[in-house]
Nanobody, 125 residues
Framework: LQLQASGGGLVQPGGSLRLSCAASKFTLDNHVIGWFRQVPGKEREGVSC????????????VYADSVKGRFTISRDVAKNQVYLQMNSLKPEDTGVYFC???????????????WGQGTLVTVSS
């Protein structure tokens, strides 16, 4: 299984970014997809995850308290991608963002089986 996160960059506080997680050699719908972030010297933090249902309106989602109301996780079945829309970004959102896949539904990173390379998000003026 291969995952690739993209869409990171430099953004000012209050700005927005959309991260993408693309999968190859497997179908994202068959896995829980999680987003995590990490800054040097700190543990990897769970940001959000999504478990697909028959229709996207019934997908299950979890968000860390620190991003609720600002971040939205979604999926595009046709493109086999999962997105993380990040609005009202704060400097503390800075970090390397990773997407991961597994069967566990939650924000504990050790429970995920497959990881992609991260994408750097820097929120700074």
């Amino acid at each position: 299984l291969q995952l690739q996160a993209s869409g990171g960059g430099l953004v000012q506080p209050g700005g927005s970014l959309r991260l993408s997680c693309a999968a190859s050699k497997f179908t994202l719908d068959n896995h829980v997809i999680g987003w995590f972030r990490q800054v040097p010297g700190k543990e990897r933090e769970g940001v959000s995850c999504i478990r697909s249902s028959v229709d996207s309106a019934s997908d299950m989602r979890v968000y860390a308290d620190s991003v609720k109301g600002r971040f939205t996780i979604s999926r595009d079945v046709a493109k086999n991608q999962v997105y993380l829309q990040m609005n009202s970004l704060k400097p503390e959102d800075t970090g390397v963002y990773f997407c991961a896949a597994g069967q566990y539904f939650g924000l504990v990173s050790d429970r995920y089986d497959y990881w992609g390379q991260g994408t750097l998000v820097t929120v700074s003026s």
